[in-house]
């Protein structure tokens, strides 16, 4: 509900109240903890949003789209050694995860400027997730970033 109240409504406030809710209900909710962090670096609260990350992350058995998602928000707050141990974490539980090598691209390109390596992963998502114009876009940026230009594959 808290994701409906944030999403569809823009209730802000009625989207806390319903994550908090979701977190009474069962404070060890993986989902709830990440989608409230969320919510909280939207509204500008960064500390309380990091400690929702902790929360949501601090069992191993996290899904790992939470997970991702987590890295992907350790990254947008610029924080790479977070982001890193996050998403090296998601990749190495499933290496085949496209949305993984995204997310570890963006950081190693946008955050370390280490280029080859972002490039790198963003091959790795292009193959694996079958050419997903979404991570196509961001080897394009990559390269570009390089100096370099894709080449045009024939049919």
Known sequence: MGLVRLLYEWDWVGAEAEFRRALELSFQNAVA????????????????????MELAVQDESV????G??????YYLLRDCRRALEQIDKVIESDPNLYIGRFVRGNIREQLLGSYEEARADFEAGVTLSNRNAFMLGALGHCYGAMGKSLTRRRC
């Open 68 to 73: 991702t998602i987590v890295a992907y928000a």
């Open 63 to 66: 899904p790992l789209p939470v």
């Open 33 to 52: 903890h990440q989608r409230y962090a969320l919510l909280l670096l939207l509204l500008g609260r960064r500390e309380e949003a990091l400690r929702e």
